[in-house]
């Protein structure tokens, strides 16, 4: 009995991420998001490149001559941040805003295995596409720096690892809090105040365990800061959770 229970759990999670899956890729918005989060990236680090390799050749930088390559990628994870936020929140608000969640939860009322499926097809897609953006943004570094790009084989894979986490993490957190606020807006509001705005505002040192201080520690090569991103992101899952189970839609 109990094996034939779990059978249909599997098939019931199954289903539901199946669905998921369909209805991320019938939509113009997660092509727009995924272009523009290539272009943000690749463009981003190469006009950081060319800029300090320009401010070197004439004298203007006094922060070195060299630079890493991977340290344009690094820095513009922040701007490319905003495709993935909006794609993540995408699978969770636009369905409030149009209604589709009641059809949603009608096809599958377990509330918990409906936001599993939502957060498990945004990670199967955030995983593979924040690889390639990091990938694009070391390529893009060492092309634009030139001779002034040092680097090492750990330097390019630690980078490379922490933008992938920061992007993944980033977007576990955007469905939990998409479905808390289920507004398109609030939600967007809510994520990039966390991930931007509150790590310039707040300087003491408890900002350290803010999303996203946390997440620039991260980037700065800090593999720490690493669990406090993961147990915001948690944290956003289980509060989205308990509003979906509470609520009525």
């Not at 019938?26 to 092509?31: E, G, H, I, L």
């Not at 634009?144 to 993944?168: H, K, P, R």
């Not at 967007?188 to 310039?200: E, H, I, K």
Request: hydrophobic share 55%; with cysteine; proline share 2%.
């Amino acid at each position: 009995m109990a094996i034939r229970k779990g059978f249909d759990v599997s098939i019931a999670l199954r289903g539901s991420m199946g669905s998921e899956w369909i209805k991320l890729w019938s939509v113009r918005s997660t092509w727009w998001a995924l272009a523009s989060a290539l272009v943000l990236m690749s463009g981003c680090s190469a006009v950081m490149g060319i800029d300090f390799a320009h401010d070197v050749r004439t004298g203007e930088t006094k922060d070195g001559l060299t630079m890493a390559i991977g340290e344009p990628a690094t820095s513009s994870v922040l701007l490319a941040q905003f495709a993935i936020v909006a794609l993540a929140m995408a699978v969770v608000t636009a369905e409030f805003a149009s209604g589709a969640m009641r059809v949603t939860l009608t096809a599958d009322p377990n509330r918990a295995r409906v936001l599993f499926a939502k957060t498990a097809v945004v990670v199967a897609v955030t995983t593979p596409l924040a690889l390639v953006l990091a990938v694009c943004g070391v390529v893009m570094g060492r092309v634009s720096l030139g001779s002034y790009g040092i680097t090492t084989a750990s330097e390019v894979a630690g980078d490379i690892a922490a933008i992938t986490v920061y992007l993944v993490l980033t977007a576990i957190l955007t469905v939990g809090v998409g479905a808390v606020l289920r507004s398109p807006v609030s939600t967007l509001s809510a994520v990039l105040t966390l991930m931007l705005a509150l790590p310039m505002l707040i300087q003491a040192t408890a900002a350290d365990y803010l999303p996203g201080t946390a997440g620039l520690n991260l980037l700065d090569g800090d593999a720490a800061a690493t669990a406090v991103l993961a147990a915001w992101a948690l944290a956003a899952q289980l509060a989205g959770w308990t509003a979906l189970r509470r609520r009525d839609i």
